[in-house]
């Protein structure tokens, strides 16, 4: 099977498994609540994040099926955190996913509570997940909260935050792209090494290639930020910009952020190759993480 259609056939198996998860039909007290979080999480989204956790299951010879619930329980944080970095009193964004963000649909106290139950929920489809042992369920949501908490996705974002409007190092920007964007991807990978019980020689090798591809993916949103801008407005509108962020296109320039990004995908995908995968999809998404045009 071509990696498209690796993609496209386990992006129909998240999709559907999360529709399971937050059904349509929950009825009052909670109706709008489930209505917001369907809003943000289904129909839109490349959901690389769980294709990652299934390809990694795959690749390390355990069923993707057993790795579903997990997966989609990591898009379910990675949607938490898209609908509040939307929202006014973070970077303010009106579009997400190609429609309106949910403060502009439902209220922006709905905003914040669908995000906050997105969050929750993913930890409650883990700890009832019928595929995972005791042990993986508490190796997982360790995993998780640890790489969206303060020591990962949430620390950035305040990192990221406290830099905006100053002149900031290299070295800073790496740890604050490593621990916002990079800690979650990262996670997703581990997640899938823990279901296919790969041993921590292997998930010591993944854990340092998945943090790599984590800041490669992050450097390319900076590209994208002033690239996809000039494709679609005809002249470079970054968002970036607009807010005085450092990146590495203002430190490194276009070219240079490119090489930075390929330089560590090369390096990931070396180390990949050294773990002896029994498929090529798991290098074959990494390259489209950091080769992707959206
Ligand atoms: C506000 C709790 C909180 C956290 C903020 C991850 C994050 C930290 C904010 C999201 C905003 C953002 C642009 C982060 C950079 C990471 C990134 C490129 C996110 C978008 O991921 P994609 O491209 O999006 O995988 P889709 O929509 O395809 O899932």
Redesign the pocket.
């Known amino acids: 099977m071509e990696t498209k259609d690796y993609i496209a056939k386990n992006a129909e198996h998240i999709e559907r498994r999360l529709s399971e998860l937050i059904p349509d039909n929950h009825q009052e007290p909670h109706g709008n609540l489930f209505t917001g979080a369907r809003y943000s999480l289904l129909g ?6 769980p294709v990652l956790t299934l390809a990694v299951c795959e690749t390390f010879g355990a069923s993707p099926e057993k790795a579903l619930s997990t997966a989609c329980a990591i898009e379910m944080i ?1 949607t ?3 609908i ?2 939307d929202l006014p009193c ?2 303010n964004d009106d579009f ?2 190609g429609k309106p963000s949910l403060h502009k649909v439902q209220s922006e106290g709905h905003a914040v509570l669908a995000g906050d139950f997105l969050l929750t929920h993913a930890f409650d489809v883990i700890a009832n997940d019928a595929h995972l042992t005791p042990h993986q369920k508490v190796d997982i949501i360790a995993l998780l909260s640890r790489c969206a908490g303060g020591e990962g ?2 620390g ?2 305040v990192m990221d935050i406290e830099a905006e409007g100053k002149a900031i190092t290299l070295d800073r920007l790496k740890q604050i792209h490593r621990l ?2 990079g800690a ?1 991807i990262s996670a997703s990978i581990l997640c899938g090494a823990i279901i296919a019980e790969v041993s921590s020689d292997k998930r010591n090798i993944l854990r340092d290639l998945s943090e790599d591809l984590g800041l490669a ?2 450097i390319v ?1 900076d590209i994208l930020d002033v690239t996809a801008s000039e494709k679609k407005h005809g002249k470079a509108i970054s968002s970036d910009e607009t807010k005085g962020k450092t990146t590495y296109v203002t430190l490194l320039g276009i070219e240079g952020a490119r090489q930075a990004a390929q330089h560590l995908l090369d390096k990931a995908l070396i180390s990949l190759e050294g773990l002896k995968p029994e498929t090529k999809y798991l290098g074959d998404i990494a390259s489209l993480l950091v080769n992707r045009a959206f």
Do not use: P, V
């Open positions: 839109g989204g490349k959901r690389l994040r990675h938490y955190s898209l509040h970095d973070m970077d997400r996913r996705m949430i950035g974002q916002k964007t979650m993916f992050q949103d």
